[in-house]
């Protein structure tokens, strides 16, 4: 079955760290682009952070630059999100997202481009 499950969301303080896992099932995570992207109650999901799979070029919204990064462990089939320095308007719904051969036109925004999702971990940066 064919799967992508994020992981490590929750509740953390402002200036505090998350690590959000993105575990592949049923397919080889290598072979994707893998986006982030968030959602807050009555916004616009958002594009955040994506891993390209043939030349683990990166790319972060100009929201996150500084503080987020993302990285790829093969052998555990997953894609990690670090996040830093957290702020309370980077509080959302986080998801992650495959695209086949890299073949999104702009991975932070095509979102219709990618091929798996996840069904979203919950981030709340509150004191």
């Known amino acids: 079955q064919v799967q992508l499950v994020e992981s490590g969301g929750g509740l953390v303080q402002p200036g505090g760290s998350l690590r959000l896992s993105c575990a592949a099932s049923?397919?080889?995570?290598?072979?994707?682009?893998v986006g982030w992207f968030r959602q807050a109650p009555g916004k616009e999901r958002e594009g955040v952070s994506c891993i390209m799979s043939t030349d683990g070029s990166t790319y972060l919204a100009e929201s996150v630059k500084g503080r987020f990064t993302v990285s790829r462990d093969s052998a555990k089939n997953t894609v990690y999100l670090q996040m830093n320095n957290l702020k309370p308007e980077d509080t959302a719904v986080y998801y992650c997202a495959a695209a086949y051969r890299d073949q999104i036109r702009i991975p932070l925004e095509t979102v219709q481009e990618y091929d798996y999702w996840g069904q979203g971990t919950q981030v709340t940066v509150a004191s």
């Open positions: 049923g397919f080889t995570l290598d072979y994707y682009a």
